[in-house]
Protein backbone atom coordinates (compact mmCIF):
# COMPACT_ATOMS: atom_id res chain seq x y z
CA UNK A 1 0.00 0.00 0.00
CA UNK A 2 1.28 3.48 -0.86
CA UNK A 3 0.95 6.32 0.77
CA UNK A 4 -2.78 8.51 -0.02
CA UNK A 5 -2.79 12.02 0.24
CA UNK A 6 -5.82 11.12 3.18
CA UNK A 7 -3.40 9.43 4.89
CA UNK A 8 -1.65 12.35 5.42
CA UNK A 9 -5.11 14.26 6.87
CA UNK A 10 -5.44 11.55 9.23
CA UNK A 11 -2.14 11.56 10.51
CA UNK A 12 -2.45 15.34 11.16
CA UNK A 13 -5.65 14.90 13.29
CA UNK A 14 -4.62 12.58 15.10
CA UNK A 15 -1.26 14.64 16.23
CA UNK A 16 -3.82 17.75 16.61
CA UNK A 17 -6.24 14.91 19.40
CA UNK A 18 -3.14 14.49 21.27
CA UNK A 19 -2.92 18.48 21.57
CA UNK A 20 -6.36 18.39 22.54
CA UNK A 21 -6.42 16.13 25.21
CA UNK A 22 -3.03 17.69 26.88
CA UNK A 23 -0.75 14.48 25.57
CA UNK A 24 2.09 16.75 24.13
CA UNK A 25 2.72 19.29 26.57
CA UNK A 26 1.63 23.25 25.17
CA UNK A 27 5.22 24.45 24.88
CA UNK A 28 5.96 21.54 22.90
CA UNK A 29 3.36 22.03 20.26
CA UNK A 30 4.09 24.60 18.17
CA UNK A 31 7.43 23.21 17.49
CA UNK A 32 6.24 19.70 16.75
CA UNK A 33 3.77 20.99 14.02
CA UNK A 34 6.44 22.56 12.44
CA UNK A 35 8.28 19.47 12.17
CA UNK A 36 6.05 17.44 11.41
CA UNK A 37 4.80 19.74 8.29
CA UNK A 38 8.46 19.75 7.32
CA UNK A 39 8.99 16.17 7.26
CA UNK A 40 5.49 16.15 5.47
CA UNK A 41 7.10 17.88 2.76
CA UNK A 42 9.47 15.75 1.22
CA UNK A 43 8.22 12.13 2.21
CA UNK A 44 7.91 9.46 -0.56
CA UNK A 45 4.50 8.54 -1.39
CA UNK A 46 5.35 5.41 -2.80
CA UNK A 47 6.44 4.17 0.05
CA UNK A 48 3.85 2.50 2.95
CA UNK A 49 1.92 4.83 5.10
CA UNK A 50 3.47 1.99 8.02
CA UNK A 51 6.52 3.86 7.35
CA UNK A 52 5.31 7.37 6.86
CA UNK A 53 3.48 7.32 10.26
CA UNK A 54 6.77 5.79 11.76
CA UNK A 55 9.09 8.35 11.27
CA UNK A 56 6.48 10.41 11.84
CA UNK A 57 6.11 9.51 15.15
CA UNK A 58 10.11 9.31 16.01
CA UNK A 59 9.66 12.75 15.31
CA UNK A 60 7.22 13.43 17.61
CA UNK A 61 8.26 11.47 20.51
CA UNK A 62 11.82 13.36 20.03
CA UNK A 63 10.77 16.93 20.02
CA UNK A 64 8.15 16.34 22.15
CA UNK A 65 10.82 14.67 24.90
CA UNK A 66 7.73 12.03 25.64
CA UNK A 67 8.93 8.51 24.52
CA UNK A 68 5.42 7.60 24.25
CA UNK A 69 2.89 9.98 24.04
CA UNK A 70 -0.48 7.65 24.21
CA UNK A 71 0.62 5.83 27.87
CA UNK A 72 -1.96 7.52 29.86
CA UNK A 73 -4.76 6.50 27.13
CA UNK A 74 -2.94 3.22 26.84
CA UNK A 75 -3.00 1.88 30.65
CA UNK A 76 -6.89 2.77 30.89
CA UNK A 77 -7.87 1.12 28.28
CA UNK A 78 -5.83 -2.15 29.23
CA UNK A 79 -7.30 -1.59 32.44
CA UNK A 80 -11.02 -1.30 30.96
CA UNK A 81 -10.59 -4.20 28.66
CA UNK A 82 -9.89 -6.33 31.04
CA UNK A 83 -12.96 -5.98 32.64
CA UNK A 84 -15.24 -6.71 29.29
CA UNK A 85 -12.53 -9.70 28.73
CA UNK A 86 -13.57 -11.18 32.26
CA UNK A 87 -17.64 -10.61 31.74
CA UNK A 88 -17.04 -12.75 28.64
CA UNK A 89 -15.20 -15.14 29.09
CA UNK A 90 -17.57 -16.81 31.10
CA UNK A 91 -19.99 -17.08 28.09
CA UNK A 92 -17.10 -18.33 25.87
CA UNK A 93 -15.97 -21.07 28.40
CA UNK A 94 -19.62 -22.37 28.61
CA UNK A 95 -20.71 -21.92 24.71
CA UNK A 96 -21.09 -25.00 22.65
CA UNK A 97 -18.14 -23.83 20.78
CA UNK A 98 -15.34 -22.01 22.81
CA UNK A 99 -13.24 -22.11 20.17
CA UNK A 100 -15.71 -19.85 17.60
CA UNK A 101 -16.59 -17.34 20.49
CA UNK A 102 -12.86 -17.02 21.58
CA UNK A 103 -12.03 -16.01 17.99
CA UNK A 104 -15.68 -13.73 17.67
CA UNK A 105 -14.47 -11.71 20.89
CA UNK A 106 -10.87 -11.57 19.70
CA UNK A 107 -11.63 -9.95 16.19
CA UNK A 108 -13.76 -7.56 17.83
CA UNK A 109 -11.57 -6.42 20.28
CA UNK A 110 -9.46 -4.70 16.72
CA UNK A 111 -12.45 -2.09 17.62
CA UNK A 112 -9.99 -1.01 20.09
CA UNK A 113 -7.77 1.92 18.23
CA UNK A 114 -6.87 5.78 19.25
CA UNK A 115 -7.36 6.35 15.15
CA UNK A 116 -9.36 9.97 14.62
CA UNK A 117 -12.41 10.00 14.03
CA UNK A 118 -12.94 6.36 14.90
CA UNK A 119 -15.57 5.36 17.91
CA UNK A 120 -14.86 2.87 20.53
CA UNK A 121 -17.45 0.78 21.29
CA UNK A 122 -15.81 -2.94 23.05
CA UNK A 123 -19.22 -4.37 24.30
CA UNK A 124 -21.66 -3.39 21.27
CA UNK A 125 -18.95 -4.58 18.57
CA UNK A 126 -18.39 -8.14 20.96
CA UNK A 127 -22.36 -8.58 20.86
CA UNK A 128 -22.48 -7.34 17.71
CA UNK A 129 -19.83 -10.18 16.54
CA UNK A 130 -21.13 -12.78 19.14
CA UNK A 131 -24.67 -12.70 16.91
CA UNK A 132 -23.54 -11.89 13.15
CA UNK A 133 -21.28 -13.62 10.52
CA UNK A 134 -17.99 -12.24 9.57
CA UNK A 135 -18.11 -10.51 6.24
CA UNK A 136 -15.11 -13.04 4.99
CA UNK A 137 -15.38 -15.83 7.11
CA UNK A 138 -12.37 -18.33 6.90
CA UNK A 139 -12.63 -19.52 10.15
CA UNK A 140 -13.24 -22.67 9.80
CA UNK A 141 -9.82 -23.19 7.53
CA UNK A 142 -7.86 -21.37 10.49
CA UNK A 143 -9.79 -23.90 13.02
CA UNK A 144 -8.90 -27.25 10.69
CA UNK A 145 -5.22 -25.53 10.63
CA UNK A 146 -4.74 -24.93 14.10
CA UNK A 147 -4.85 -28.89 14.50
CA UNK A 148 -2.59 -29.77 11.84
CA UNK A 149 0.19 -27.10 12.19
CA UNK A 150 3.56 -27.25 14.40
CA UNK A 151 4.79 -23.43 14.28
CA UNK A 152 1.76 -20.93 15.05
CA UNK A 153 2.88 -17.02 14.65
CA UNK A 154 0.69 -14.60 16.24
CA UNK A 155 0.50 -11.08 15.57
CA UNK A 156 -0.65 -8.65 18.48
CA UNK A 157 -1.76 -5.40 17.44
CA UNK A 158 -2.91 -3.10 20.29
CA UNK A 159 -3.29 -2.51 23.90
CA UNK A 160 -6.37 -3.41 25.26
CA UNK A 161 -7.02 -5.66 22.70
CA UNK A 162 -4.44 -8.33 23.40
CA UNK A 163 -6.34 -9.57 26.32
CA UNK A 164 -8.96 -10.85 24.17
CA UNK A 165 -6.16 -12.91 22.37
CA UNK A 166 -4.68 -14.05 25.37
CA UNK A 167 -8.45 -15.23 25.87
CA UNK A 168 -8.09 -16.70 22.33
CA UNK A 169 -4.95 -18.37 23.06
CA UNK A 170 -5.79 -19.43 26.01
CA UNK A 171 -9.18 -21.66 24.38
CA UNK A 172 -6.59 -22.86 21.89
CA UNK A 173 -4.23 -25.00 24.84
CA UNK A 174 -0.96 -24.85 22.65
CA UNK A 175 2.37 -23.65 24.73
CA UNK A 176 4.06 -23.48 21.34
CA UNK A 177 3.11 -20.57 20.12
CA UNK A 178 5.04 -17.41 19.42
CA UNK A 179 2.67 -14.04 20.41
CA UNK A 180 4.61 -10.27 18.97
CA UNK A 181 4.28 -7.08 19.45
CA UNK A 182 5.91 -3.89 18.40
CA UNK A 183 9.59 -3.11 20.08
CA UNK A 184 8.62 0.04 21.52
CA UNK A 185 5.62 2.59 21.64
CA UNK A 186 3.90 3.61 18.51
CA UNK A 187 0.13 5.07 18.77
CA UNK A 188 -1.22 2.55 20.67
CA UNK A 189 0.33 -0.34 19.87
CA UNK A 190 0.90 -3.38 22.02
CA UNK A 191 4.53 -3.36 23.60
CA UNK A 192 5.94 -5.90 25.83
CA UNK A 193 4.86 -3.95 28.75
CA UNK A 194 1.17 -4.65 27.39
CA UNK A 195 2.04 -8.49 26.94
CA UNK A 196 3.08 -8.88 30.75
CA UNK A 197 0.24 -6.52 31.67
CA UNK A 198 -1.82 -9.26 30.91
CA UNK A 199 0.44 -12.62 31.53
CA UNK A 200 0.57 -13.68 27.92
CA UNK A 201 4.34 -14.09 28.72
CA UNK A 202 3.24 -16.80 30.91
CA UNK A 203 0.51 -18.02 28.68
CA UNK A 204 3.10 -18.76 25.24
CA UNK A 205 6.31 -17.76 24.09
CA UNK A 206 6.44 -14.10 23.15
CA UNK A 207 8.81 -11.63 21.61
CA UNK A 208 8.80 -8.29 19.84
CA UNK A 209 9.18 -7.76 16.27
CA UNK A 210 12.36 -5.55 16.80
CA UNK A 211 10.54 -2.58 14.73
CA UNK A 212 7.88 0.47 15.88
CA UNK A 213 6.03 1.18 12.87
CA UNK A 214 2.24 0.36 13.47
CA UNK A 215 2.26 -2.56 11.14
CA UNK A 216 4.36 -5.65 10.30
CA UNK A 217 6.59 -3.93 7.95
CA UNK A 218 8.85 -7.26 7.43
CA UNK A 219 12.03 -5.88 5.88
CA UNK A 220 12.91 -3.63 8.79
CA UNK A 221 12.05 -6.52 11.51
CA UNK A 222 14.51 -7.94 13.35
CA UNK A 223 16.81 -10.96 11.89
CA UNK A 224 15.05 -13.22 14.75
CA UNK A 225 11.52 -12.18 13.58
CA UNK A 226 11.92 -12.86 9.98
CA UNK A 227 13.31 -16.21 11.39
CA UNK A 228 10.20 -17.47 13.08
CA UNK A 229 7.89 -15.69 10.34
CA UNK A 230 9.80 -17.86 7.81
CA UNK A 231 9.62 -21.16 9.51
CA UNK A 232 6.15 -20.32 10.64
CA UNK A 233 3.77 -23.16 9.30
CA UNK A 234 0.26 -20.60 10.33
CA UNK A 235 0.10 -17.11 10.52
CA UNK A 236 -2.78 -15.30 12.71
CA UNK A 237 -2.06 -11.73 11.42
CA UNK A 238 -4.37 -9.30 13.58
CA UNK A 239 -5.28 -5.85 12.69
CA UNK A 240 -5.28 -3.63 10.26
CA UNK A 241 -1.58 -2.10 10.53
CA UNK A 242 -0.22 -6.24 10.60
CA UNK A 243 -2.73 -6.05 7.07
CA UNK A 244 -1.11 -3.25 5.47
CA UNK A 245 2.18 -4.62 5.68
CA UNK A 246 1.65 -8.22 4.87
CA UNK A 247 -1.57 -8.34 2.62
CA UNK A 248 0.76 -8.93 -0.52
CA UNK A 249 2.27 -11.94 0.60
CA UNK A 250 0.74 -14.95 -1.06
CA UNK A 251 3.41 -17.44 -0.34
CA UNK A 252 2.63 -18.22 3.82
CA UNK A 253 -0.39 -19.42 5.11
CA UNK A 254 -1.22 -16.15 7.27
CA UNK A 255 -4.98 -15.35 8.73
CA UNK A 256 -5.73 -11.61 8.72
CA UNK A 257 -8.32 -10.95 11.70
CA UNK A 258 -9.34 -7.57 11.77
CA UNK A 259 -11.97 -4.55 11.28
CA UNK A 260 -11.97 -2.53 8.69
CA UNK A 261 -11.31 1.38 9.64
CA UNK A 262 -9.90 3.12 6.93
CA UNK A 263 -12.25 3.72 3.68
CA UNK A 264 -9.02 3.89 1.36
CA UNK A 265 -8.19 0.13 2.41
CA UNK A 266 -11.94 -0.60 2.25
CA UNK A 267 -12.37 0.30 -1.47
CA UNK A 268 -9.38 -1.36 -1.99
CA UNK A 269 -10.75 -4.98 -1.17
CA UNK A 270 -13.96 -3.92 -1.80
CA UNK A 271 -15.38 -3.92 2.10
CA UNK A 272 -16.59 -1.04 4.05
CA UNK A 273 -15.76 0.27 7.20
CA UNK A 274 -17.13 -1.24 10.46
CA UNK A 275 -16.78 -4.84 8.20
CA UNK A 276 -15.08 -7.43 10.30
CA UNK A 277 -13.39 -10.26 8.47
CA UNK A 278 -11.19 -13.81 8.94
CA UNK A 279 -9.40 -14.14 5.59
CA UNK A 280 -7.32 -16.68 4.39
CA UNK A 281 -4.28 -15.27 2.52
CA UNK A 282 -3.74 -18.56 0.43
CA UNK A 283 -7.50 -18.22 -0.82
CA UNK A 284 -8.66 -15.74 -3.23
CA UNK A 285 -4.92 -14.30 -3.77
CA UNK A 286 -6.37 -11.22 -5.41
CA UNK A 287 -7.51 -9.89 -2.27
CA UNK A 288 -4.47 -7.31 -1.41
CA UNK A 289 -4.62 -3.52 -0.71
CA UNK A 290 -3.51 -1.91 -3.76
Not at 17 to 30: C, V
Not at 53 to 63: D, S, T, Y
Not at 188 to 201: L, P, Q, R
Request: hydrophobic share 40%; with cysteine.
Amino acid sequence: MKTHFDCITCMLNGLISLFKQGLIEEKYQETVIKEVLAYYANIDFSQSPLLTNRNLHRVIRKIANNPDPYKKLKDNMNKEAVKYCEKYKDIVLKSDNPLDKALRIAVAGNVIDFGPGHSIEIEKNIEKLLNEDFVIDDSQELFNDLKKVKNILYLGDNTGEIVFDKLFLEVIGRNDITFVVRNSPILNDATMEDVKFFGIDKLVNVMTNGDDAPGTLLEFTSPEFKEIFDKADLIISKGQGNFEGLSEIKNKNIYFLLMIKCHIIANSVGLKNGDYIVKSALKNKDFAIK
